[in-house]
């Protein structure tokens, strides 16, 4: 059962975060390739979400499921977009990093950026998702921890946020 999410219900978890962006590596088999012989492009947006979850995972110690479970918390996202570069094929591993963007009041907005051997960089993108309470899908503050978390995690990014600091 969902419980209502305030933001009063928090996850603290306090850890070492590695430097740099986040680096999410992602297997492209042969079911994941169209006609044309490359990624059929609707898996990339699924892909970024993967990776996506995992940073927030890595960042804050809970993931989407367990947020909007058990925190009362929703994420979704109000705006993605990708800029394709290269082809993706099954030959390498896809590694997808992320990086914070922007922290707002109640949104969050992450930069992702494939790259594949030999290509290189595949696709750049923005993911913007707005935080909620689960139960009521109204807005709510980003959770005092989480923020805190997701502040560190940009600092030590290696890349400034669009606003020039987390506000």
């Known amino acids: 059962m969902k419980v209502a999410g305030d933001g ?39 892909w970024c979400l993967e990776a996506l979850e995992a ?8 993931g989407w499921y367990e947020m909007n479970i058990d925190l009362g918390v929703g994420t979704p996202f109000v705006d993605i977009a990708n800029s394709f570069q290269a082809p993706i094929t099954p030959r390498q591993p896809l590694l997808i990093e992320v990086t914070v963007a922007r922290i707002g009041r109640s949104s969050l907005a992450c930069a992702l950026e494939g790259f594949q051997e030999p290509a290189g ?47």
């Open 8 to 46: 009063s219900k928090d996850f603290d978890f306090d850890h070492e975060l590695p430097p740099g962006p986040f680096r999410h590596a992602v297997t492209v088999g042969w079911g994941d390739a169209d006609p044309a012989q490359i990624a059929y492009t609707a898996n990339i947006p699924a």
């Open 55 to 62: 940073w927030m995972k890595a960042c804050t110690g809970v």
């Open 121 to 167: 960089r595949c696709f750049s993108g923005r993911y913007t998702c707005a935080f909620v309470d689960s139960v009521r899908v109204k807005p709510i503050a980003i959770p005092k921890r989480m923020r805190a978390n997701i502040a560190r995690f940009a600092t030590a990014q290696g890349r400034p946020l669009e606003d020039g600091g987390a506000s």
